[in-house]
Antibody, heavy 121, light 109 residues
């Protein structure tokens, strides 16, 4: 049973870069059968897909965040990372990492517990 | 971009059936997934590909999808089913790729 765990600073200053890591256990991030994604949820609001990365390093990002987002992976550490630049209060949210099958019609079948990031000076 | 619309809330008495609609243009031609999110917890997949249940999800959870509406049904509702529920599809026609519904809070009376 694969498990995902987010980690990173819980507080980021406005205009700085938010950096989070998702460590995967119980399975290899290099398996080739999955994409690895980031999803966020502001308090009291819905889920927003941020982006995904494949084992090849190929990425796709939400158009609304594309200019500020970078997702990368480190197969030697079995983890993948999110960087979101020039953050504002609007980026305050719970951030989840999740696994999704390589076919577009596949669901997000495993999620991390989430990590709360607050943007404030 | 593709939009999925859900009612903000649904109330149901214990033992009855809750039905949560998810509206989207031509959603019947897409594969719909449903997630349950309890307060303070991460979402959990309860239905995938319209009407398949992951291992460990009770048979009380079922789904349907036709035309412009997909529906999650929870039969014999229990207090433990109180949660937010989100539908989700893959929008291959745009760069948004993964689209979530607006979410529905199910309250057990």
């Amino acid at each position: 049973q694969v498990q995902l765990q987010e980690s990173g600073p819980g507080l980021v200053k406005p205009s700085q870069t938010l950096s989070l890591t998702c460590t995967v256990s119980g399975g290899s991030i290099s398996s080739g059968s999955y994409y690895w994604s980031w999803i966020r949820q502001p308090a009291g609001k819905g889920l927003e897909w941020i982006g995904r990365i494949y084992t090849s390093g190929s990425t796709n990002y939400s158009p609304s965040l594309k200019s500020r987002v970078t997702i990368s992976l480190d197969t030697s550490k079995n983890h993948f990372s999110l960087k979101l630049s020039s953050v504002t209060a609007a980026d305050t949210a719970m951030y989840y990492c999740a696994r999704v099958g390589q076919h577009g019609f596949n669901p997000f079948d495993s999620w991390g517990q989430g990590t709360l990031v607050t943007v404030s000076s | 971009s593709y939009v999925l619309t859900q009612p903000p809330s649904v109330s149901v008495a214990p033992g009855k059936t809750a039905r949560i609609p998810c509206g989207g243009n031509g959603i019947g031609s897409k594969s719909v997934h449903w997630y349950q999110q309890k307060p303070g917890q991460a979402p959990v997949l309860v239905i995938y590909s319209d009407n398949d249940r992951p291992s460990g999800i009770p048979e009380r959870f079922s789904g349907s999808n036709s035309g412009n509406t997909a529906t999650l049904a929870i039969s014999r509702v229990e207090a433990g089913d109180e949660a937010d529920y989100y539908c989700q599809v893959w929008d291959y026609s745009s760069d948004h790729l993964y689209v979530f519904g607006t979410g529905t809070t199910v309250t057990v009376l």
